[in-house]
């Protein structure tokens, strides 16, 4: 069986038709090629397949493509805006060192985003209990939460 | 995972009819325990049934009596809501502390509910603010609705519209959390209802259980040291590589007295 869905990833309509089974994340990197978003654990664990639904931080690993149906989804291919070549929080995680191997990187990214959308002005233990579903495995939590500190000022001022 | 059939219900009729229809359907909702226990095939579904779309079963209202809560209502949601951090800030807390930012957006309280995990905290915040649950075809009450270890009242077929929680006039939830995966090692929910005391328990047994004596002691007097020595028996309760049965039975006593502090300073 193969459901038709419908959605929008990154600015752009999406038309496919996919087994039920298939994860987002899986349709999403090996579909659409957009293969930032990153499968760590692959049990809704470790947050490095974090994107955005609709604006809200999700597991991309941990729900089906078909309950995207109708949704707005960005990946860390799509927050930059379109004059920039990065959104403020990357350019301070670039400037911050806020990764190690890199691999958490990009839900770490997402899901910084999502946290300073629903506090703009976090302090260190709001950024360390926003981020308790994001694991670095190179233990970078100290110039990640630096990293966010600084693109939470930045993304205010964009 | 092993393949399924996959449908959109439109209406929660139209759930029950096509959750009939299936060898073994099941009903999806955030799906944050369903489709990570079907990725390690934990579970088989034939048919899921998508209630996603179903405008119905969303949602938060407030009345004179308490608040409503749709059954794919999110923790999110429940969390950020205001009438719910206004009348039940406990209820507002208890979602706040469930899993992470990212589960919290898609998991449901319905789905929570239904899954019945024995350290899931919803069942604690249901049984301790004394709850009813509304299905398509009865109300049940939160001391009816979980009977055992992942084992509710539902019959095959019902399906969970919404959750009634009484506004109480104070109410605290504590956990001890694992630090890993935040499931409560032991959580405790202590309400005064207005009308009694009401001592809720998850994580410690196979099931939210109440503790009777410390909601008769705190109904006398509602102070953290009523509840301090009062002990649980470890008998029954679960042991494991985070937690024995006799650390669990402490950890409800020290978790009630916060509990009850917390609810006494508001």
């Known amino acids: 069986m193969?459901?038709?869905l419908s959605m929008t990833v990154n600015g752009k309509p999406v038309n496919a038709d996919v087994a039920p089974r298939t994860l987002l994340v899986d349709f999403l990197r090996d579909e659409m090629r957009l293969t930032g978003t990153h499968?760590?654990?692959d049990t809704a664990q470790c947050g490095a397949c974090t994107i955005h639904i609709d604006g809200r931080a999700?597991?991309?690993?941990?729900?089906?493509?078909?309950q995207a149906e109708g949704s707005n989804i960005t990946t860390i291919e799509g927050i930059a805006?379109?004059?920039d070549n990065m959104h403020p929080m990357q350019t301070a995680f670039r400037e911050h060192h806020g990764l190690q191997c890199g691999y958490c990187t990009p839900g770490m990214v997402m899901g910084?985003?999502?946290?300073?959308?629903r506090h703009p002005d976090p302090d260190e233990a709001q950024i360390r209990e926003g981020l308790e579903g994001n694991l670095c495995r190179c233990t970078g939590y100290h110039n990640i939460v630096k990293a966010v500190r600084a693109g939470a000022t930045a993304m205010k001022s964009r | 995972m092993y393949e399924f059939n996959y449908q959109r219900a439109s209406s929660v009729a139209d759930a029950a009819k096509k959750l009939g229809t299936g060898e073994d359907a099941r009903l999806l909702a955030g799906g944050q325990t369903l489709i990570a226990a079907m990725k390690l095939r934990l579970a088989n579904p034939t048919d899921l049934i998508d209630l996603s779309g179903i405008a119905e079963l969303r949602g938060i209202k407030a009345d004179k009596d308490g608040i409503t809560v749709g059954a794919i209502t999110t923790h999110a949601e429940v969390a950020a809501s205001k009438d719910i951090q206004q009348h039940i800030p406990a209820l507002a807390d208890l979602a706040e502390s469930i899993g992470d930012p990212m589960v919290r957006n898609m998991g449901t309280i319905g789905g929570s509910i239904a899954n019945n995990d024995p350290a899931a905290d919803y069942p604690a915040a249901l049984v301790g603010l004394g709850a009813t649950v509304k299905t398509n075809q009865r109300q049940i009450t939160a001391d009816d609705f979980f009977t055992g270890m992942f084992m509710t009242a539902l019959e095959p077929g019902e399906i969970i519209?919404?959750?009634h929680f009484p506004k109480p006039k104070r109410a605290a939830y504590m956990k001890f959390s694992n630090p890993a995966s935040r499931y409560a090692i032991v959580g405790t929910f202590v309400a005064d209802t207005g009308n009694g005391v009401r001592v809720a328990v998850t994580g410690a047994g196979a099931c939210v259980f109440r503790v009777l004596q410390m909601e008769k002691t705190l109904?006398?007097?509602f102070?953290?040291?009523?509840?301090a020595n009062i002990d649980v028996a470890a008998d029954d309760l679960n042991a494991d590589m985070h937690a024995s049965a006799e650390y669990r039975a402490h950890l409800v006593s020290v978790m009630a007295k916060r509990a009850v502090e917390k609810a006494v300073a508001g």
Request: aromatic residues 0%; glycine residues 2%; charged residues 20%.
């Open chain 2, 219 to 221: 109904s006398a007097k």
């Open chain 1, 39 to 41: 499968i760590g654990c």
């Open chain 2, 223 to 227: 102070a953290p040291d009523a509840v």
């Open chain 1, 112 to 117: 910084a985003i999502d946290l300073v959308q």
């Open chain 2, 161 to 163: 519209e919404s959750i």
């Open chain 1, 81 to 83: 805006a379109p004059e």
């Open chain 1, 58 to 66: 999700v597991k991309s690993c941990n729900m089906l493509a078909v």
């Open chain 1, 2 to 4: 193969s459901v038709r």
